[in-house]
């Protein structure tokens, strides 16, 4: 077996797949790479050397389909289909460090090295295939598996098509075993566990090997010394997370730059594309003799008001409702809904207007917004504007803060480094209602009517400016642009890339300026 490398060293790889052109973007491109986003950046944050990687799928039947029915070229349409992708990422405030497309090159000539290595190595050899196929997805499926879908797509629901080809096929069979002895020694490579039990059912019912080119259409990578035969789209299209590091050329910059951040620590996909990512790209790596990736997460899906999105139902969430959210909401109230109530379990989620905008007012405004708002007020009307001096000693509220915010942060980054946006974000949230709690309970705005209670009132008030601080450096990779507002107003300075360190208790030195701040202003939905 070839070794899993367990995510320890500074270096960190974070993959979306990448997106196919044949339609515009939405919600769930916008989903995958904001949660990708928010790791990466937490993970810069704590002091990795972050790779994160995204872009688009251009070749294959539908985008060639696509660009007759319109009348311009494949090369045209993916060119306009990709810019709109890649322009997402700067609406979104993404910060991908390479953005590949399957037309560059680069990519291209690394795909033919790999493919033409597997066909030497005997892992790739000519065949025909006769079965069904789902045109939709560019799938093959066996007679027993197109019975069990009743011969249409699972996908798209239109029929199957029955086809006869002769393709290149991989001997993915040639590695079942190896394949089951991958899930029994690493549980985590596939999560959630629902995901991975749901392959470990199929990969029970046998492999079969799997056709990795195509004749019938043109738009694609050529088989080397077979240009008749162009690859599969899906073959090409999981290679990129090999090429875009340049391992297929040992000559090349993205090489000599990149080759260390293989094996990736996270895959990030909808489990809709699972498969190919559980089972087919694993066994191509050990065809390759690479390392295997960490982890290959599969999330679930959005649906609209309680029902799956549709164009005709009118309840599909495309770039242009997202935009009018982040108009209204701000973008870090989008990233914030996204990775705390998005489907990263089992479940699909909901996008509701309504529970969005519960979320945006309990959570952001009368929550963080409130505490950062009540504290910096409170320090500019009874300690000027400067933050007080923390005597070590403090009247009521019960509260061990730094036993407390040791706790939460242990949690926050743990829960991050197992993709668990939720988790991690929760615990410093943990943070923020703790000190609304301890306003309640040690009323420092009745205290200060006393003169001979302002120390008392200086120790809460740094108590409770230090809880949100720490809260905040927690909170930055979700809400970089709300948080550097509060940086700002508090004058903390710039993110240390230290992160453990940075949230040590007491690092909000007495007499730095506390100007108030107002984070999250309250929306009218009517």
């Given at each position: 077996?070839?070794?899993f ?51 688009t ?18 090369q ?12 997402i ?8 460090d390479e ?10 000539q690394?795909?033919?090295s ?32 197109a ?6 797509s ?14 290149y ?7 079942e075993?190896?394949l ?20 470990l ?46 391992l ?6 993205w090489?000599a ?17 699972l ?31 309680g ?16 935009q009018?959210?982040?108009?209204t909401?701000?973008?870090d ?7 705390t ?15 969005f905008h ?29 933050c ?11 509260v ?33 209602r703790?000190?609304d ?15 001979a209670?302002s ?13 949100i ?6 909170l ?6 709300k ?18 360190t ?25």
């Amino acid at each position: 077996m070839l070794p899993f490398a367990p995510v320890t060293t500074s270096k960190r790889y974070i993959t979306t797949p990448i997106y196919y052109v044949n339609d515009r973007p939405h919600i769930g491109h916008v989903y995958t790479t904001t949660i990708c986003d928010v790791w990466a950046r937490f993970q810069r944050l704590a002091g990795h050397d972050v790779f994160f990687l995204t872009g688009t799928d251009e070749h294959g039947q539908k985008v060639e389909q696509s660009a007759e029915a319109r009348g311009v070229t494949p090369q045209a349409l993916a060119d306009e289909n990709s810019a709109e992708f890649r322009r997402i990422m700067g609406m979104f405030n993404l910060t991908n460090d390479e953005f590949i497309r399957t037309t560059d090159p680069r990519h291209e000539q690394q795909v033919q090295s790999v493919v033409k290595r597997l066909m030497d190595s005997g892992d790739v050899y000519l065949g025909t295939f006769e079965g069904w196929y789902d045109a939709g997805q560019e799938e093959y499926y066996t007679e027993n598996k197109a019975r069990e879908v009743e011969y249409r797509s699972p996908i798209s629901g239109k029929p199957l098509e029955r086809a006869t080809e002769e393709n290149y096929y991989f001997k993915l069979s040639a590695y079942e075993d190896r394949l089951k002895s991958m899930f029994d020694q690493n549980p985590d490579l596939v999560r959630p566990d629902a995901r991975r039990n749901e392959v470990l059912g199929r990969l029970r019912e046998g492999l079969m090997d799997v056709p990795i080119s195509r004749t019938n259409f043109k738009w694609g990578i050529g088989v080397p010394d077979a240009p008749e035969h162009v690859i599969y789209v899906w073959i090409d299209a999981l290679l990129n997370y090999i090429t875009a590091l340049g391992l297929a050329d040992k000559d090349s910059d993205w090489y000599a730059e990149r080759q260390e951040y293989w094996p990736a620590s996270i895959q990030v996909l909808g489990k809709e594309i699972l498969w190919f990512h559980a089972v087919i790209w694993p066994a191509i790596l050990m065809a390759l003799e690479l390392p295997l990736p960490s982890c290959i997460y599969a999330h679930s899906f959005w649906i609209s008001e309680g029902q799956k999105m549709s164009k005709s139902l009118g309840n599909f969430i495309d770039l242009e409702q997202l935009q009018n959210y982040t108009d209204t909401y701000g973008s870090d109230a989008l990233r914030y809904f996204l990775s705390t109530q998005g489907p990263l379990g089992a479940t699909d989620s909901d996008f509701s207007k309504s529970q969005f905008h519960e979320t945006y007012t309990t959570d952001l405004v009368n929550t963080l917004g409130n505490c950062a708002s009540r504290t910096s007020a409170m320090i500019g009307k009874y300690c000027d504007g400067l933050c007080p001096t923390d005597t070590g000693e403090c009247a009521g509220g019960g509260v061990e803060w730094v036993e407390f915010t040791t706790s939460q942060v242990e949690t926050s980054m743990a829960a991050m480094d197992q993709f668990d946006l939720a988790g991690s974000i929760n615990a410093a949230m943990a943070i923020v209602r703790r000190v609304d709690a301890f306003i309640n309970d040690t009323e420092p705005f009745k205290l200060a009517k006393d003169p001979a209670a302002s120390a008392t009132v200086g120790n809460i008030l740094y108590r409770c400016a230090e809880a949100i601080r720490i809260a905040a450096c927690l909170l930055e990779a979700t809400m970089p642009q709300k948080i550097q507002e509060l940086r700002d107003a508090w004058h903390l300075g710039e993110a240390t890339g230290d992160l453990r360190t940075e949230c040590h208790w007491g690092r909000l030195e007495a007499g730095t300026a506390i100007d108030k701040v107002a984070l999250f202003p309250r929306v009218d939905v009517s």
